[in-house]
């Protein structure tokens, strides 16, 4: 958070300092630049003023016009919660604000990641949205590869998160996948190549024409498509299409908040002998417990010891 007393997020009581301000959601995340939506739906290209956070997708904030279709953002307005991520410089960076859903993207090829698939949903649960898990290209999976990802995908289904199998080729699955968008706002998270372009051209028939539109107004030629960008859906929810990874870093999170992250833990915390009980081989601890008589997942506990011992390696 900005610690600039003039520059910073406020309370949602408070009044614009100044009556020209308007309210604006952020569309496109282009770093310096960003692309505002207003009210009645015209998009406006602005900068931020000195001294604010960064700015992501889902952000509402108050700025002020500073000629046609331009402006200067002076307030981020509170968000209700942010997904974030670490970067390349090993530093937290918010992903999206004021989300409801994280989409976590799945297919056979590239070969299917469970472990980054784990960090999502742990960063998912940390942000207190919830997780939905797509396995798409569904068309290319033979009977043994989809019966291998049923069963894999149990354990997710086991602790209340939902799992789907689409087809942006063949077009199936995408009414149910539509159904979980509707009225809400999600960010489509995955790595590269697992088919996010064709599953939203299915979601958003017009996209190229959304896109050119966005294009216009940033000023900056082409939309790129490493630029974060939020869709409005036919179905009447809102899509933040996020550049594909190779992989997903969780920022430094404590033992306790790992454990949070972890949803089927839930029924165990606060039952270890001690109270600060990393779960691991301390005697008396409530999680060990339940992963020896198979009411938490062996493979998801692995997934715990390794994201613990990757944020250890961080002090």
């Given amino acids: 958070m900005s610690t600039d007393p003039d520059h910073s997020t406020r309370k949602d009581t408070d009044k614009p300092t100044n009556p020209d301000q308007r309210t604006g959601l952020v569309v496109v995340n282009y770093g310096k630049q960003q692309l505002l939506e207003d009210p009645a ?98 068309d290319l999976l033979s009977t043994e590869q989809r019966s291998r990802i049923e ?9 209340g998160y939902t799992t789907l199998f689409t087809s942006a080729l063949e077009n199936t699955g995408i009414r149910e996948f539509e159904e979980q968008l509707s009225n809400k706002t999600s960010i489509l998270v995955g790595q590269s ?26 000023g900056l030629g082409k939309h790129t498509t490493t630029a974060t960008t939020l869709y409005h859906l036919p179905c009447g929810g809102k899509l933040i299409d ?40 301390e005697p008396g601890c409530a999680i060990t417990a339940a992963v020896e008589s198979g009411e938490i997942s062996t493979r998801r506990y692995g997934s715990y010891r390794q994201l613990l011992a990757i944020m250890s390696s961080m002090d």
């Fill in 242 to 281: 996020s550049p594909g990874v190779r992989d997903f870093k969780l920022g430094k999170t404590s033992p306790v908040d790992l454990g949070n992250g972890f949803r089927e833990f839930h029924d165990y915390l606060g039952r270890c002998k001690f109270n600060n009980c990393r779960h691991l081989s």
């Fill in 41 to 138: 739906g015209d998009l406006h290209r602005c900068v931020a003023r000195r001294g604010l956070e960064q700015m992501v997708c889902g952000d509402r904030v108050e700025w002020l016009p500073t000629g046609r279709g331009e402006g200067v953002i002076e307030v981020i307005l509170p968000r209700h919660n942010v997904l974030q991520r670490l970067d390349g410089n090993s530093k937290q960076r918010p992903l999206a604000a004021n989300i409801d859903q994280v989409i976590i993207e799945a297919a056979a090829e590239p070969a299917l990641d469970t472990f980054l698939i784990d960090k999502y949903t742990v960063a998912a649960e940390l942000a207190n949205t919830v997780p939905l898990i797509v396995t798409n290209k569904s």
């Fill in 193 to 218: 190549g697992v088919g996010k372009s064709s599953l939203i051209k299915r979601l958003l028939p017009e996209i190229d024409i959304e896109t050119g539109k966005l294009s216009a107004a940033s």
């Fill in 151 to 159: 069963s894999l995908f149990s354990e997710y289904r086991d602790i």
